[in-house]
Structure formats: structure tokens, C-alpha cells
């Protein structure tokens, strides 16, 4: 039988420790960043130690928002889980979840997300696939041209215009779901040098308001192997997206190559010739409530979405989630409920990470085995929990 480990928040004595043990799972550079030798407000650390007080395990939950359909929701967004290679299959990143899970509660968070290197583990925990960060590879020559519009101004950013950036994302991002809020103590931590994300900003104005923006790193040569990188491209108006992209394709004599990640559905994106795309790299994310009732009740929910359907959900790491609840949606807002009726649908916590991002409807969820019901009761009745439409990510941690 495996050897209980004993988890807790990390100190800063702990973080040498915890920087070689990332250091040898992530293959990192020997020495390591500024960044990892403190643990800044908004970002919680767990250790896991065996018997004798060796670090075995560290898992970070960081203080993230998501937005959820025009509302911030709190969330504990997982990263730099490793485990010893000694002690991996025994427990250990279940027990450091399970803390975390824990924390993360009291501290009022709703929702988690994370990036796996390996999916089963975090399945096990309740986290299940709900989307992909997609990075593509474009010609630069195939982007469509055009004449600049007189009512739009181009220009070069500067750090001072990072505000603005800032409140354009939002702009974007707060009706969507999923989308972190990029606001808070941990990102004001990460921004504290203001200076500018890239080699490069781009921004496109009308009348002074900005209306698009483009950070890209220009790379290295200006060969056949060439790379613009544009780390994001975002703009509000179809006319602000036309004139970016007519922006980037201009790089086309130098950077045969422009590389993305596209935002399904938004401005920038369907302008894309993106039927030409290759995918560069593919980054799978997985989701999972950390206290179901305030997932529902901290999210903002479709205007027309209305109804109210029962169901028992087992959620094997947060026990507090596990129960009969029933789910009330109207007029924007829901509520989940504790009943002591029985109910005839009964979901896993995974089904309930699936429905929630609406990556699958309910009939789906049942097939997979992450939902039941007794014969003749329609699972779709749980399809009111996926009401507002898949979620995305746009940013990796």
C-alpha cells in the first residue's frame, strides 16, 4: 500500500525545492525565474512530502476569473503540477488536488480549469476535456488585402496604450464563456514591468477610440522560414479586423509565415482565410466545478434560457458537491438547490465539466457513461445546464 503523503501550502523556504522538482518534470532552464522564487498575491502553492519531509509533489492554483456569459466568476485555474518520478502512480497529485480543491473553496472559488500533459490523471479528479487552445500557421501572402479606410488610423502602440488594450479585450471577452478577465492581483503582478507583451503593438483607431489590436514578436530572418508570431489579434468591428489583418499581411515579403491562435467567431477570425490554416500546436484543456451551486449562481445565463430539471451528481474529490440538487434558470439568472426528492437523472462531475462549457449536450454525456437514467426519463432535460454556448480559452498558464 502506498505511503500517505502530507500536503500543504508551500513557504518560501519550500521553493528551491519546488522549482527542481518542475524543473526535472518540465525540462526548465537550470536556474530559475524571478518569478518562481516568490509567491505573489494570487497564487496559492501546495506541496505534497512523504514521511520523511521530501517534496514528492506541487500543484499552483491561481486566482483567476473567468467570464461567464457578461459575469466574473472566481476561479482556481491549476498549473505546475508535478509529481517525483519515485512516487508517480501512488496518490500524490490526487491528494494535492484534493487540497486544493479544498482551498480554493474556501477561498470562493467556483470553477477550475487546466492545461494536462496527460489527461487520465485529472480525469480520475473530476477535470474533464472541454476544449482546445489551437495555434495555426498561415501564408502571410494569403491574407486578403485591401485599401486602408480613411475613417481608421494605424499606428504603434506604447506601454501607455496598454490600458486601452486591456479594456478592449474585455470588450470581447466578457460575453463569451470561459475567457479569463485578465484582471486581479496575480495579473497585476505579471504586468508590474508595464512594458509592452511583444517586440511589437499594433492598434487601429477611429476617432481616437482604439477599435483593433495586434501584439506580435517579429522573430528571427526574414528567409522562407520566416515567423511573424502574433501572440493575439482582436478588434470590435469588421472594419477594425479588415484593416489588421491588411496590417499583417503586409509582412508577407519578410515573414512568409503568420502564426495565431484564432478566436472562434470573432471579428478577426472571420476575416482569416483560415480554411489555408495548419495547426501548429494543439493545447487541450479540461474544466470541473469547484462548488457546483456557486458555479451556477455566479454566472450570468441566456435571457431565453428558462426551465428547472433534478438531478444527483457524485463528485468523488469535492464532497460537497456530491447530492441532489435541483437546477432553476430564468430571466438571466439559476440557481442549484439541495432537495431530498430523488432524483431520475444522475450525473458525474465530469458530465457536469462537459454540459457546463456546453462541449456536449446531454445525450452525448449519457452515451459517454457520465450520466444516467432510469428508462423512459429524457436525459436532454440537462441540456438547460449548457444554455449559452461552448466556452473558450484564449490564454495558456
Known amino acids: ?42 497564487m496559492t502553492r501546495y506541496g505534497a512530502f512523504d514521511a520523511s519531509g521530501r517534496l514528492v509533489g506541487k500543484a499552483v492554483d491561481r486566482h483567476h476569473d473567468q467570464w461567464w456569459s457578461g459575469r466574473a466568476v472566481p476561479a482556481a485555474d491549476v498549473a505546475g503540477v508535478a509529481v517525483a518520478p519515485e512516487t508517480r502512480g501512488r496518490g500524490v497529485a490526487r491528494a494535492m488536488l484534493t487540497a486544493l480543491l479544498r482551498g480554493a473553496r474556501e477561498r470562493g472559488a467556483a470553477v477550475s480549469a487546466l492545461y494536462p500533459t496527460v489527461a487520465a490523471p485529472y480525469r480520475v479528479c473530476g477535470w474533464e476535456a472541454a476544449g482546445v487552445l489551437r495555434t495555426v500557421d498561415l501564408a502571410t501572402a494569403a491574407l486578403p488585402r485591401h485599401r486602408p479606410s480613411p475613417d481608421l488610423t494605424v499606428r504603434a502602440g506604447t506601454p501607455g496604450d496598454l490600458p486601452a488594450v486591456a479594456d478592449l479585450y474585455e470588450r470581447v471577452a466578457r460575453h463569451r464563456n470561459g475567457m479569463l478577465t485578465r484582471r486581479g492581483e496575480l495579473f497585476d503582478f505579471f504586468a508590474a514591468d508595464r512594458g509592452l507583451p511583444g517586440d511589437g503593438l499594433t492598434l487601429v ?41 491588411g496590417v499583417l499581411a503586409s509582412w508577407a515579403s519578410v515573414a512568409p509565415t503568420l502564426r495565431l491562435c484564432p ?54 474529490l469535492a464532497d460537497w458537491n456530491t447530492g441532489t440538487w435541483r437546477l432553476t434558470v430564468t430571466d438571466g439568472d439559476a440557481e442549484l438547490a439541495r432537495i431530498d426528492s430523488a ?31 432510469r428508462p423512459g426519463a429524457d436525459p436532454a432535460a440537462l441540456d438547460l445546464l449548457g444554455a449559452g454556448g461552448p466556452a473558450q480559452l484564449l490564454d495558456y498558464f
Do not use: C, I, K
Open 205 to 245: 483607431e477611429n476617432d481616437g477610440d482604439l477599435v483593433g489590436y495586434a501584439t506580435w514578436q517579429r522573430g528571427r530572418g526574414y528567409g522562407a522560414d520566416s515567423v511573424l508570431t502574433v501572440d493575439e489579434a482582436l478588434a470590435v468591428t469588421a472594419e477594425a479586423a479588415r484593416e489588421l489583418v
Open 343 to 373: 432524483a431520475d437523472l444522475r450525473l458525474d462531475v465530469r458530465g457536469f465539466a462537459l454540459l457546463y462549457t456546453g462541449a456536449a449536450q446531454a445525450r452525448s454525456v449519457a452515451q459517454a457513461g457520465l450520466l444516467h437514467h
Open 1 to 42: 500500500m502506498p505511503e500517505p503523503v502530507h500536503v500543504r501550502e508551500l513557504g518560501a523556504d519550500d521553493l528551491d525545492a519546488a522549482w527542481e522538482l518542475g524543473r526535472f518534470a518540465f525540462g526548465s532552464d537550470p536556474q530559475p525565474s524571478a518569478h518562481a522564487t516568490v509567491t505573489p498575491a494570487g
Open 263 to 316: 478566436l472562434d467567431g470573432d471579428a478577426v477570425s472571420t476575416v482569416l482565410p483560415l480554411e489555408a490554416a495548419r495547426d501548429h500546436e494543439r493545447d487541450l484543456w479540461m474544466h470541473r466545478p469547484v462548488d457546483v451551486a456557486r458555479a451556477v449562481s455566479a454566472r450570468g445565463w441566456p435571457a431565453h434560457a428558462q426551465g428547472v430539471v433534478d438531478f444527483t451528481l457524485t463528485d468523488a
